[in-house]
C-alpha cells in the first residue's frame, strides 16, 4: 500500500511518517528539499519527489496526506508574507489534487491539512463543533479556502479534513517558542490570558491521523483538539508549574501587535473547539488534560 505525503519533513510529519512505515506504508514524500536531505531527516526508507510527475509507481497512491504550508506565525502577514501562506497551500493542495485525480486509481483516502483558525475568534464560552461556519478573518479565510482546494478531490476518494489546534512538542511548533521565557521565569499569560487556547498533544496529533486513515467510515472535518481546552492564563500557568518557574509576567496585547501585526490575532483572540466528532467516531486521546500532557512533554 502506497501513500504520498507532502510536508511529511515537518514538525508533524517527522512524527508521523516513522509511524506510516510502522504500519507498512511504502511512503513517499513531496518535497522541495533534495533526496538525500529528506533521507537525512526521515532515514532510507521513505522516497521523495519534488514533482508529483516524479511519482514512483505505475497506478497513483492509496492514501494521501497534505499537510506542507509555510510557517503561519513566524512572520508579520505583511501582503507578500500572505500571498506565500495562500500559495503554499491552496495553490499546491490544488495541483496536488489535479494530479491525484488524473490517476487511473484515484486514493481510497485523502487527509488533507486546516487548523481551528476556520473558525475565526469566537466568544471564549462557546464550544465550536466540525458545523460552525468559517469565520471571515485572513486566517479563517486562508484555512476555508485550503479546504476548499482538498474538497475538489474526486467523489469516491474519502476526504478527511484537520483542523488542527496548538500541537504541543518541546522542540517544535508554539511550545518551543514558549519555553524559553517559561524557563527563565518571565513567561506568562498573552494579552488578556481569556482567550482559548485549543491544543493537543504531539502522540494524539499523529494517533489522530492514523485513526482517520484506517476508519472507512470518518468523513468531513475533524477538530483535532484536545478535549478539555484550557484559557491562555490557566495554560501560561500549567507550563509555569511544569518547568517550576513562575509565569506571571503578561505579555501586553499591544506588543504582540506591534511584533506580528495582524498575526498577533491568532494569539491574542482563540476560539473554544470540541473534539465531538473524532471521539463520537471511536478515538480516544491519551493526553485529554493538559497537566498529563506537559508533564510527559516536559518530564522533571
Ligand atoms: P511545518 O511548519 O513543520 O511545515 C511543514 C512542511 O511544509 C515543511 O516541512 C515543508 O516541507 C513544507 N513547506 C514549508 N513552506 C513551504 C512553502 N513555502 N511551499 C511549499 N511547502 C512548504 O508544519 P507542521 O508540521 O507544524 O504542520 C503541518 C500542517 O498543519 C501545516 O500546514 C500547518 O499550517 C498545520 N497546522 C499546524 C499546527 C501546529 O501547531 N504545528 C497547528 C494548526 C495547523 P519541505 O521543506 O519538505 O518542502
Redesign the pocket.
Known amino acids: 500500500k502506497t501513500l504520498l505525503i507532502?510536508?511529511?519533513?515537518?514538525?508533524?510529519?517527522q512524527f508521523l511518517v516513522p509511524e506510516l512505515l510502522k504500519d507498512n506504508w511504502t511512503v513517499v514524500?513531496f518535497?522541495?528539499?533534495s533526496s538525500d536531505r529528506?533521507a537525512r531527516t526521515l532515514g532510507d526508507q521513505v522516497q521523495s519527489i519534488q514533482s508529483f510527475d516524479q511519482w514512483p509507481f505505475p497506478e497513483g497512491p492509496d492514501a494521501c496526506i497534505n499537510?506542507?504550508?509555510?510557517?503561519?506565525v513566524e512572520k508579520r502577514w505583511s501582503s507578500s508574507r500572505k500571498q506565500?501562506l495562500r500559495?503554499?497551500?491552496i495553490n499546491?493542495t490544488s495541483e496536488l489534487v489535479e494530479w491525484l485525480n488524473a490517476q487511473d486509481k484515484t486514493p481510497k483516502v485523502f487527509i488533507s491539512?486546516?487548523?481551528?483558525?476556520y473558525y475565526g475568534p469566537q466568544k471564549p464560552d462557546d464550544e465550536i463543533t466540525e458545523m460552525y461556519p468559517a469565520g471571515d478573518d485572513f486566517a479563517a479565510e486562508l484555512c476555508s479556502e485550503w479546504e476548499q482546494a482538498a474538497q475538489t478531490i474526486s467523489d469516491d476518494c474519502r476526504l478527511c479534513l484537520?483542523r488542527?489546534?496548538?500541537?504541543l512538542h518541546p522542540k517544535?511548533?508554539?511550545l518551543a517558542k514558549m519555553l524559553p521565557a517559561f524557563k527563565m521565569g518571565v513567561g506568562g499569560p498573552i494579552g488578556s490570558g481569556q482567550q482559548v487556547m485549543p491544543w493537543i498533544h504531539i502522540e494524539d496529533m499523529v494517533r489522530g491521523i492514523l485513526f482517520l486513515l484506517d476508519t472507512p467510515d470518518a468523513q468531513g472535518p475533524f477538530n483535532l483538539v484536545a478535549p478539555k481546552a484550557v484559557d491562555n492564563r490557566t495554560f501560561s500557568k500549567a507550563l509555569g508549574n511544569a518547568v517550576k518557574r513562575p509565569a506571571f509576567f503578561t505579555v501586553p496585547g499591544f506588543m504582540m501587535k506591534l511584533m506580528l501585526g495582524d498575526a498577533s490575532a491568532l494569539l491574542l483572540e482563540g476560539q473554544r473547539p470540541i473534539s465531538f466528532k473524532l471521539e463520537y467516531s471511536g478515538f480516544t486521546f491519551l493526553y485529554p488534560e493538559l497537566e498529563k500532557a506537559l508533564e510527559s512533554l516536559l518530564p522533571r
Not at 67 to 72: D, F, H, M, N, S
Not at 113 to 117: I, L
Request: proline share 0%; aromatic share 6%; glycine share 28%.
Open positions: 507532502t510536508g511529511g519533513t515537518g514538525f508533524i510529519g514524500v518535497s522541495r528539499q529528506v499537510l506542507a504550508g509555510e510557517g503561519i506565500i500559495e503554499s497551500r499546491l491539512g486546516s487548523a481551528v483558525g484537520l488542527t489546534g496548538v500541537v517544535y511548533g508554539a
